[in-house]
Every structure is written in C-alpha cells, then in structure tokens.
C-alpha cells in the first residue's frame, strides 16, 4: 500500500515523516502502522520498509544514464537502452557485483 503525506508549508509533513522514521519520538501516545506499535520494532526493520521522497529533489551534473548507476553497462549492450530484459533480469544479474554505487 502507498500512502502520500501532502500539506502546505508548515503542516507539519516533515515532523510526521520524521516520527515514522523514528527520528523523533512522539511527546505522548503511540504510532501505529497496521496495528503494531512502531516503537516495539526494530530501527533497521522499521526504517527498511519504509520509502521517503524528499519534498525538495537534487540534481547533480552529468547524464541521467549515469545517474542511474547502469551507464557503463548499458553503453557495453548493443541495443543501448532498448537492450532486452529476460525473466527476472537474469542476464543483467552479474551487475550486482559489477556496480559500484557512485556518493553524490
């Protein structure tokens, strides 16, 4: 299920995101996602099933192919960026260890 948090400036959006996240805790009361309580969960397993967009996106110089991470993988196909993908991108799986996640 994907559930958007939307509001005008000072709503508070980013004081809720940050209490799901666990960055804060609430001053009373409990947060509760499907009835659990997210303070009896773990950080890492809370924090792991949890997505954020940020309300303000960056753009960093260079190409959006290698943004992606797959540049010079796709640039090595023949096809491109109409290369094939098979069943569960199987023929693109040894890029798991090929890649090297550039820090922004």
């Given at each position: 299920m994907k559930t958007h948090i939307v509001g005008r400036t000072g709503s508070s959006k980013s004081t809720l995101i940050q209490t799901l996240f666990q960055i804060v805790e609430p001053a009373a009361g409990q947060v509760m996602i499907d009835g659990i309580n997210i303070s009896s969960i773990g950080l890492h397993d809370l924090r792991s099933r949890l997505s954020i967009i940020p309300q303000d996106p960056t753009m960093f110089e260079g190409t959006a192919l290698d943004k992606?991470?797959?540049?010079?993988?796709?640039?090595?196909?023949?096809?491109?960026?109409?290369?094939?993908?098979?069943?569960?991108?199987?023929?693109?799986?040894?890029?798991?260890?090929?890649?090297?996640?550039?820090?922004?």
């Open positions: 992606c991470q797959l540049g010079d993988e796709v640039r090595k196909k023949e096809g491109k960026l109409d290369s094939k993908v098979t069943e569960n991108g199987e023929n693109w799986s040894k890029l798991k260890f090929e890649i090297q996640f550039q820090s922004a």
